[in-house]
């Protein structure tokens, strides 16, 4: 039996009844009819429940999913649908050439290490990340996972991300696997050099269609593509019947456009904004425009801290939305530890979790309050923050990714990363994307530099 995941009705409802918790509706009378019609909850970590429902039963899903569309959301007036933070811009000497590529291609790096540091543990939950770098001696985590000297019951309590073990482990990787956290960056690369910074939304649809292989798509980003498979047009590809429009999809795709808009964090967010209404709303596209304006900042002239990033992320999201509060919360969590050790991370990951623990360990919420924990705890560092945040659990590749990204960026040179974290890359990146499948980081870093024209 195929179970298709991210797209079945009965699934789909309990994540947007989850959803509505969230953002204020009421939705007790539907979820009574749910739950009495014999309708189950969301699956906690799969992307669908192991049977199919009743037809009955899938055709209520189908019915409440629309009545739960038409609720008025009560959050309008302090998470809108299209938000502009200021038009400032950093300027300075004209870069040099070789100087931008070296900062691009640690930034490419970072994101590979990042993500690829995250993969095996993705879906995990917080005990088991813990329980396994504990059994082999990399607690607090300092480098790769590894499955030796893993203590057998753990590795059956908590087994590996089952598509990353077998190229994602210090004693088997070789090169980048294939990962949707580089496939987006890649498509927004080949999205700008295509159309230029004038693309619209519409762009982005078609890119995909004609790109990005249907089964490369997840959570909202499948939704979305179903949706346009279905003749919808965007913005209504991102709102119907997609939960998964405030999870974390949006804010993996942002990279590319920070990294192109050097020292103009507005045009980044404005960039990363039309990007993200293909599949999210709300918090959902305040994510992509936080990280695109933070890299923006990072990529600009001077010494940028990572402190100041942050600072501009957060100027380009409504000041009263719950992703602004969240990237606060992490922030806050961060400055209040103050060992500043990799060990003392551990107590602000427990109390981001006791601040999230109702959230998808997808959503963008938890993950982002994680993100600014950790880059912040870390002063920047590249190595103490893609520790840091994939040690704190929920999206551990996507975290791992953007924190890796924004360091290496700040980094400026491959060399500074470490060649623990760049070796085992061999300067090559699978994707299913066209023309893109075996690529060396170096080359990215000169193709991206070209989008910036």
């Not at 509505?20 to 539907?30: C, E, K, L, N």
């Not at 979790?353 to 109702?358: K, Q």
């Not at 470490?418 to 990215?444: C, H, M, Y």
Request: hydrophobic fraction near 40%.
């Amino acid at each position: 039996m195929l179970r298709l995941t991210w797209v079945q009705p009965e699934d789909l409802i309990g994540h947007e009844l989850r959803q509505a918790a969230q953002d204020g509706r009421d939705a007790g009378a539907v979820a009574r009819r749910w739950a009495a019609a014999g309708g189950h909850p969301a699956p906690l970590r799969a992307g669908a429940s192991p049977t199919r429902a009743r037809p009955e039963l899938r055709a209520l899903a189908e019915e409440l999913l629309d009545e739960l569309a038409r609720m008025p959301a009560p959050l309008g007036g302090t998470e809108p649908a299209v938000f502009h933070g200021p038009a400032a811009r950093s300027t300075g000497p004209a870069p040099r050439r070789e100087r931008e590529l070296d900062r691009l291609h640690a930034a490419w790096l970072g994101r590979a290490a990042g993500c690829l540091l995250g993969k095996p543990v993705e879906k995990l939950p917080l005990e088991g990340i813990r329980a396994i770098t504990a059994s082999t001696g990399n607690h607090p985590l300092r480098t790769w996972f590894t499955a030796r000297g893993l203590d057998p019951e753990i590795a059956r309590a908590h087994p590996w991300n089952r598509r990353s073990a077998a190229t994602c482990l210090a004693e088997n990787i070789d090169g980048m696997p294939e990962d949707d956290d580089l496939d987006y960056p890649l498509l927004g690369l080949l999205l700008l050099r295509r159309h230029g910074r004038d693309f619209t939304t519409e762009d982005v649809a078609r890119l995909w269609l004609d790109e990005l292989p249907a089964g490369r798509a997840f959570t909202a980003e499948r939704i979305a593509y179903r949706n346009l498979l279905s003749g919808l047009e965007p913005p209504l590809t991102a709102t119907h019947r997609n939960p998964f429009r405030e999870w974390i999809g949006a804010q993996i795709r942002a990279d590319v456009y920070g990294w192109t808009t050097p020292g103009d964090p507005a045009r980044a967010a404005e960039l990363a904004r039309r990007d993200a209404v293909l599949t999210h709303t709300a918090n959902g596209v305040y994510g992509a425009q936080f990280v695109a304006a933070a890299l923006a900042h990072a990529a600009g002239p001077g010494r940028p801290t990572v402190h100041e990033a942050l600072r501009t992320g957060l100027a380009h999201v409504p000041p009263d939305s719950r992703y602004a509060r969240a990237i606060r919360c992490g922030i806050d969590a961060a400055e209040a530890e103050r060992t500043g050790t990799a060990a003392g991370f551990d107590t602000v990951v427990d109390r981001l979790h006791a601040a999230y623990g109702d959230h998808h360990w997808v959503h963008v919420l938890p993950n982002a309050a994680l993100l600014a924990a950790a880059l912040t705890h870390a002063d920047g560092d590249f190595a103490g923050s893609v520790c840091r945040v994939v040690s704190g659990g929920w999206d551990t590749d996507s975290n791992g990714a953007t924190a890796g990204s924004l360091t290496g960026l700040l980094a400026g040179h491959p060399d500074a990363l470490g060649e623990q974290w760049t070796a085992p890359l061999k300067n090559r990146l699978a994707s299913t994307v066209a023309g893109f499948d075996g690529i060396g980081f170096d080359e990215l870093a000169r193709l991206t530099l070209e989008a910036r024209a």
